[in-house]
C-alpha cells in the first residue's frame, strides 16, 4: 500500500508563514483597539494562527484515498463525548461512513512565558487523549477501528526556550533527562512520551522563529517527533480506512 505525502514541506513552510502573519496581525488589531494582552496569550492561542496546518493534513487525507471523507472544521462540528467530562472540543475531526477516522488537536508556544505554560500544555495533552480513549473504550464512538489521534505543537524557537532550565527537586529527583532540558527539548520528550505510552497516535514539536513570517523557516529536534513522521503514519492511516 503506497502513500502519499504530497510536497508536505512547502505546505508547511506556507503554514508556518501564516501563523507569524497572522499573529502579528492579530496584535496590531489589540494595539488599535487598546486591548492588553498578557504574555501574548490571546495572539498565540487564536484559532485562525494553525489553519495552515489543518489545510496540510486535509491534503493528506484527499491524497490517499479519502477524497469524499467529511472533514470538520467548524466549531459546532468538532465535539466529541468524554468519559471524565461530557464533551471535548478539538481541532480537526475526520469522518468516514459515519466513523470516525482521525482527531487533531494543534497547539502552539510563544514567549515571553514558557514555565507554566509548557506544564499546562503537557497536562491538557494527556488528560484530552487519556479522556477520549477511555471513551472509545466505553463505546462512545460506535465499534469501530481506533482513531488516529494526533497533536502537534508549534514553539517559538528563541533563546528563552532554548535555554537550559533548572527542575525543583525538593524531594525526589526528576528524571534524568529532564535535568536541564530546555522547554523546546521537554516538549521534545513530551511528544515522545506520548506515543510510547499509546496516547496519540503521533505527536509532533516543531520550532519557527518570529522572523519565518517571510521564510517559512521551522526545525525539529528528532525524527520520531518530526512533522514528516507524522503525516507518513497519518496517511497510513488514511490509506488503511480507504481500503476497508
Known sequence: ????????????KKAIRSFWKTRMQAKKTQKSTGKSDQGERSS?????????????????????????????????????????????LWDMLIM???RLVSVIELKSHVGPSFGNNCNNRAEEAI??????????????????????????????DCEKSRHPVNSQEPHFPVFSEFKTASYADRYD??????VQENLYTAATTILSPRNAKSTGTYSELSELTGLKNFLITLAGHISAEAAR
Not at 500500500?1 to 512547502?10: G, L, N, R, V
Not at 520528550?189 to 506520548?194: E, F, G, K
Request: proline fraction near 4%; charged fraction near 25%.
Open 96 to 98: 468516514n461512513q459515519e
Open 127 to 156: 488528560g484530552s487523549a487519556h479522556d477520549l480513549w477511555t471513551a472509545y473504550r466505553e463505546g462512545a464512538f460506535g465499534k469501530q477501528p481506533k482513531p488516529f489521534l494526533g497533536w502537534i505543537i508549534l514553539v517559538e
Open 44 to 88: 498565540v492561542t487564536s484559532g485562525k494562527n494553525m489553519d495552515g496546518f489543518l489545510t496540510l493534513i486535509e491534503t493528506i487525507v484527499r491524497a490517499n484515498g479519502l477524497q469524499h471523507a467529511d472533514i470538520h472544521l467548524e466549531r459546532r462540528t468538532l465535539t466529541l463525548p468524554g468519559y471524565f467530562r461530557p464533551t471535548k
Open 189 to 194: 520528550l513530551l511528544c515522545q512520551r506520548l
Open 1 to 12: 500500500m503506497s502513500i502519499d505525502i504530497a510536497d508536505y514541506e512547502k505546505l508547511a
